[in-house]
Structure formats: structure tokens, C-alpha cells
């Protein structure tokens, strides 16, 4: 069994940043994939970013492109999302994930085995 806690939500104007974390157990973390996903109220879970297990690929959406960055510590078995130049869209629980082994997709949610349960992040006007 794995389990994934999420921090570093929070309110923050636009314009600003925030780096989210997430803490994994239960598993030979440094051996997945991980993934970052995020649902605004009303929409579907999107994707946001994904790193490989090593750290050497890492993948976004193109709405975060240049602004967000996914990383990685094997070590401490944490896997962090830096956001920057926020916007209002960007409000929504975000959500990291494992990813199942295999072929699965990075991009899609199914391609994923364990969930964390959220972490609030909401930007001002």
C-alpha cells in the first residue's frame, strides 16, 4: 500500500508562486513515476505535470509551460511542483499521484495506481 500527503496549498494573489509537496510511504518511491494533477470545481481532473523515476524526463501541459516545474528527492522520497506567475485559473486541489508501472501514459489519469487527497490552491485577482 502507498501513501501520498500533499502540502503547500494555499491563497496567494496573482502573480505569485507557491511549491507544492508531496510526501510518499509504503513503497519503493524512487522506482515510479509521479504525477501532478489538478480539478477546479466543475471540470474534470486534468493533468498538470509528471516527472520520471529518475528525474531525467519530465512532462507538463502546455498551460503551465514555462511557468511550473516538477522535481524530485528519491532521498526523502518527495516530489514537488514549483509554481510561478500564478493565475486565477490556476486555482484548483491539486492532487500528485504514482504512476502505475508499465506502459501507462504520464498524461492520463488512469495510467495512475495511488492518489493523494489534495491540497487547495487558490489565486486571487
Known amino acids: 500500500q502507498v501513501e501520498l500527503v500533499e502540502s503547500g496549498g494555499g491563497l496567494v494573489q496573482a502573480g505569485g508562486s507557491l511549491r507544492l509537496s508531496c510526501a510518499a510511504s509504503?513503497?519503493?518511491?524512487?522506482?515510479?513515476?509521479m504525477g501532478w494533477f489538478r480539478e477546479a470545481p466543475g471540470k474534470e481532473r486534468e493533468f498538470v505535470a509528471a516527472?520520471?523515476?529518475?528525474?531525467?524526463?519530465?512532462y507538463y501541459t502546455d498551460s503551465v509551460k514555462g511557468r511550473f516545474t516538477i522535481s524530485r528527492d528519491n532521498a526523502k522520497n518527495t516530489v514537488y511542483l514549483q509554481m510561478n506567475s500564478l493565475k486565477p485559473a490556476d486555482t484548483a486541489v491539486y492532487y500528485c499521484a504514482l504512476k502505475s508501472g508499465g506502459p501507462a501514459s504520464y498524461y492520463h489519469a488512469r495510467g495512475y495506481a495511488y492518489w493523494g487527497q489534495g491540497t487547495q490552491v487558490t489565486v486571487s485577482s
Open positions: 516527472i520520471s523515476w529518475s528525474g531525467a524526463n519530465t
Open positions: 509504503g513503497r519503493t518511491f524512487s522506482s515510479y513515476g
